[in-house]
Every structure is written in C-alpha cells, then in structure tokens.
C-alpha cells in the first residue's frame, strides 16, 4: 500500500510492505455525538478584585468535569439513556472603567440527556468522554461582575474503552528525509509559474 508524505519521491512506499497482524493498546471510540445550541446565560466572574463595563469576550477554556452521569440502558435495544452535567470553565475578557484590559473566570452547567450505545456485555466498563465549547456573543455586565451573554455551545460526548486491537499492518513507517529551510530571496519569483495559466 503506497502512501506518500510531502518530501518523499512519488514513487516511495511509506511502509516497509512487510505483511503482520499487530496488537495495538488505544482506546475505542463505541458511540459518539455532538449537539450544537444557542442558549442565553448568566453567571458571576471573578475578576481578581476588578469590575469591568464591557465585555470583549467570554470563550470555553480548560477541562471540563461531569458530574450526576447517569447511564440507563434502554429495554430491547443496544442503546442506554446517559444523563449528565458538566461543569464549564470560563475565561472572560472586559474593560475597566480605565479601558485597560481584565480577564476573569467563570464557570457553568449543562445538562444533557442523550442516547448512546453504551456496551454492557465486557468485564471493562466504558466511560462517557465530554468536550465542550462554549463562546459567548453580545456579552453584557452587570454591577461589574455579573455576566449576561449568548452562549453558541458545542459538545461531543464519546463512549470510549481501553482495549487490544489486532490490527493487520504493511510494517513499519518510513520517513523520508527532512527539507532544509533556506531562505531565499529569488524563491517567491522562481515559484512563479512562466506562462499564463
């Protein structure tokens, strides 16, 4: 199987084409979605001591924790019920009655009740993984503190295990070898194509 990487010759196999069933240690994603939401919020920040008048931005930052999980599988069907809510850090942006920048923290819960393929049939146990992303539009403050915004919300909710694949392979990778970086003044004209296209 022929794959090729920027630098390579075109005619470079990138694998050694040795036949062979691997083991690979990783994690198997069983079920995955995402939501997508608009949703207004209000929450307090906590700007080291400062108020601001504005906001410039308000966005998701750090990990995200669930808490209350929940899974229920559902009669007659592979499918489970997963209930959660998970804790969102905040990162905000404002102005102070100065104009000078200040930058605080938050944080929110959401709740989701969702279906998913949940396998309950191993002695390992697979987990529910969150992602979420949060960015806050038309963002007002209140009493220097207390935050109004319009939250675009985007969160993925993976069902993962640890597992042992047996995978079939070509061998290992072969690299082709690194191009230098030489700064050239005439490279931008060279590039430049000769005729009209």
């Known amino acids: 199987m022929a794959c090729y990487f920027k630098n390579s010759n075109p005619s470079t196999l990138c694998c050694d084409n040795t036949s062979a069933k691997v083991c690979i240690d990783t994690k198997r994603v069983f079920d995955a979605c995402i939501s997508r939401r608009s949703e207004s919020m209000t929450f307090t920040v906590d700007f080291g001591g400062e108020t601001a008048v504005s906001i410039a931005s308000v966005s998701s930052t750090g990990v995200s924790s669930l808490t209350s999980l ?3 599988p559902i009669p007659s069907s592979e499918n489970s019920r997963v209930q959660y ?3 969102v ?7 102070n009655g100065a104009g ?3 930058t605080g923290t938050a944080s929110v819960n959401i709740d989701q009740d969702i279906v998913l393929r949940v396998p309950q049939n191993g002695m390992i146990i697979p987990e ?3 992602t979420v992303m949060i960015n806050g539009l038309q963002s007002t403050v209140i009493n220097g503190n207390v935050v109004t915004t319009n939250a675009c919300i985007t969160i993925i909710t993976k069902v993962v295990a640890d597992v042992i694949l047996v995978v079939p392979t070509n061998g290992y990778l072969t690299l082709p070898p690194c191009q230098q970086y030489t700064q ?5 004209v060279f590039s430049t194509p000769v005729f009209p296209r």
């Open 184 to 188: 050239d003044v005439c490279s931008s």
């Open 100 to 102: 000078t920048t200040v």
């Open 85 to 87: 809510t998970v804790n």
């Open 70 to 72: 929940t899974v229920t």
């Open 89 to 95: 850090p905040l990162t905000v942006v404002g102005l």
């Open 128 to 130: 529910i993984q969150v």
